[in-house]
Nanobody, 122 residues
Framework: VQLQASGGGLVQPGGSLKLSCAASGFTFNNYGMGWFRQAPWKEREFVTAISWSDGRTWSADSVKGRFTISRDNAKNMVYLQMNSLKPEDTAVYYC????????????????WGQGTQVTVSS
């Protein structure tokens, strides 16, 4: 099982960035997918998630209207489009997979990627 997150980098406040997560080693279509993040000196927190079945999404209040999660089941990929980025969005972003469910808690997820760094700074 592998979840490979990519696309992180340095971006100015107000800018955009798109993260990708490539999944392999499990039946992707059966898994809800989520993005979490961990800022320096803080606990990892839920960002957004997408259902395995009907494409419904859930997002933390802090990113609603700015971040969009999507998935391509044919490619075993999940994406996180981040717009209007703020310095407080700076964190390591992780993708995660949960069998036949979607949740906002870390313990609800079965598999985790290695993370990609996003830095929002001028």
């Amino acid at each position: 099982v592998q979840l490979q997150a990519s696309g992180g980098g340095l971006v100015q406040p107000g800018g955009s960035l798109k993260l990708s997560c490539a999944a392999s080693g499990f039946t992707f279509n059966n898994y809800g997918m989520g993005w979490f993040r961990q800022a320096p000196w803080k606990e990892r927190e839920f960002v957004t998630a997408i259902s395995w079945s009907d494409g419904r999404t859930w997002s933390a209040d802090s990113v609603k209207g700015r971040f969009t999660i999507s998935r391509d089941n044919a490619k075993n990929m999940v994406y996180l489009q981040m717009n209007s980025l703020k310095p407080e969005d700076t964190a390591v972003y992780y993708c995660a997979a949960a069998l036949a469910r979607v949740g906002v808690r870390e313990l609800e997820y079965d598999y985790w990627g290695q993370g990609t760094q996003v830095t929002v700074s001028s």
